[in-house]
């Protein structure tokens, strides 16, 4: 199915209903690109039924929903709409990693975290109370996503905020590259979306590295790990280029930091000598893991290494990628903006942003017409149409 842009779908079905956006204080940079791009879409587009009464409210010059969670000195909170939502088709964005906003409590300053970022999402569809149409939250980072599974006697956090959310009336749960997208089976009756971006890495990659070569013989696809293997095998097969992986030894004896430490990176796969090879994962946290994995490819005379990750989350800072890079571990970083980004990451000379908005604008704008995902969720494409503009 060839791609269109925003103006040019949706044209013949009527909205599931008057749209509305809220972007919690987390998401509020995100939420206004998207808030734009939407905007900006349906003030072009010539809807069929334009002037029908059905459409009123359909092309606005804004449709972000005014939100408020304000706190007590305690440090508890409550949220609030300022707008009507009765009757509309509500679309909450919410960044559980945004590290950067603080709350009082008790005279001290309080960074917040994720458990908060979740509760607050919960205030505002308390505060909603049942009188929107429909309710959907893209949350870009899936809440406790790293808890989806039980190896002992452990609770387990995902799967419980999935039920609760839809318990609470959410109907559509939107995430992106969630660790095990297995943990839907917690909510089966209802929707839930776990989107890869890599059609957004492969036009960052390019960005990044004008010169990249699509060849199987100067590029190759590499997994840090077997849980990021699906992820560069879908890679490498709509690139036409191979994949190789690595698999961690562990100390199972020993626990450090609530997990069993790395004895030894193995590498599986073909001679790497003089080929670009694109490291893929879902997130960066402290970065040791895809750091040892990059100076592994190095030693085995790769040329380029690039590094890809839907969330940069850089737990540790800044200081071990840019002694990497400075070393020459590897040539450049791309991740997404669907978390939170301090200025000094976007200031970086290895690190490439990808700008994920239009995409979210456009699963919104989609889903708002109750139309098929399905062309946006698979954008393989997408994909060969961008690589074949770029060969021409």
């Known amino acids: ?13 009527i909205p599931v209903g008057d749209l509305g ?17 939407i905007v900006n879409w349906r003030s072009e587009r010539v809807h069929e039924h334009q002037g029908s009464p059905l459409l009123q409210g359909y092309d606005k010059p804004s449709y972000l929903v005014n939100t408020d969670v304000p706190r007590f000195g305690s440090g508890e909170a409550k949220g609030q709409i300022n707008d009507s939502v009765r ?6 964005l919410v960044d559980v990693c945004n590290y950067s906003l603080t709350y ?21 569809i308390a505060a909603i109370g049942g009188k929107a149409r429909r309710v959907n939250v893209i949350m870009p980072f899936l809440y406790e996503s790293r808890q989806f599974t039980r190896s002992g ?27 095990d997208p297995r943990v839907q089976n917690a909510i089966p009756l209802h929707g839930f979306e776990t989107i890869l971006p890599i059609y957004q890495f492969i036009k960052g990659l390019f960005r990044a590295v ?87 490819l190095k030693k085995r005379d790769a ?23 400075e070393e020459g571990i590897f040539d450049a970083l791309v991740t997404t903006n669907l978390v939170y980004q301090p200025p000094e990451l976007l200031s970086k000379p290895w690190y490439t942003c990808c700008d994920l908005s239009k995409y ?23 994909i060969h149409k961008f690589l074949e503009n770029h060969k021409n």
């Not at 009757?87 to 909450?92: E, H, L, M, R």
């Not at 387990?156 to 995430?175: F, H, P, R, S, W």
């Not at 694109?278 to 040791?288: C, E, H, K, S």
């Not at 456009?362 to 494409?381: A, R």
């Open 360 to 382: 979210i604008a456009l699963v919104i704008d989609t889903l708002n017409h109750d139309g098929s995902v399905s062309d946006l969720l698979t954008p393989t494409g997408r």
């Open 153 to 179: 006697r452990e609770s387990l956090d995902c799967g419980l905020a999935l039920q609760e959310l839809v318990k609470m009336g959410v109907e559509n749960i939107i995430t992106f590259d969630a660790h």
């Open 1 to 13: 199915m060839e791609f269109q842009t925003g103006y040019e779908r949706n044209l013949e079905t």
């Open 303 to 325: 040329n380029r290494v690039l590094l890809c990750s839907t969330f940069g989350l850089f737990t540790q800072g800044f200081d071990k990628f840019d002694s990497a890079y």
């Open 21 to 37: 956006i809220i972007a919690l204080k987390s998401c509020e940079d995100l939420g206004r690109k998207i808030n734009g791009h």
């Open 210 to 296: 004008p010169d990249l070569k699509i060849d199987p013989d100067r590029l190759m696809i590499i997994s840090p790990d077997e849980g990021s293997a699906s992820r560069a095998i879908y890679m490498a097969n709509v690139l036409g280029v191979d994949m190789g992986m690595f698999y961690k030894r562990r100390d199972y004896a020993r626990m450090v930091n609530g997990k069993h430490p790395v004895v030894a990176h193995e590498f599986l796969g073909r001679d790497l000598s003089g080929k670009d090879v694109v490291l893929i994962d879902d997130m960066i946290v402290t970065g040791d893991s895809m750091i040892e994995a990059a100076r592994h």
């Open 104 to 124: 009082s409590l008790f005279g001290c300053t309080n960074r917040m975290s994720p458990d908060d970022h979740y509760q607050d999402l919960k205030r505002i």
């Open 87 to 92: 009757g509309k088709d509500i679309y909450i």
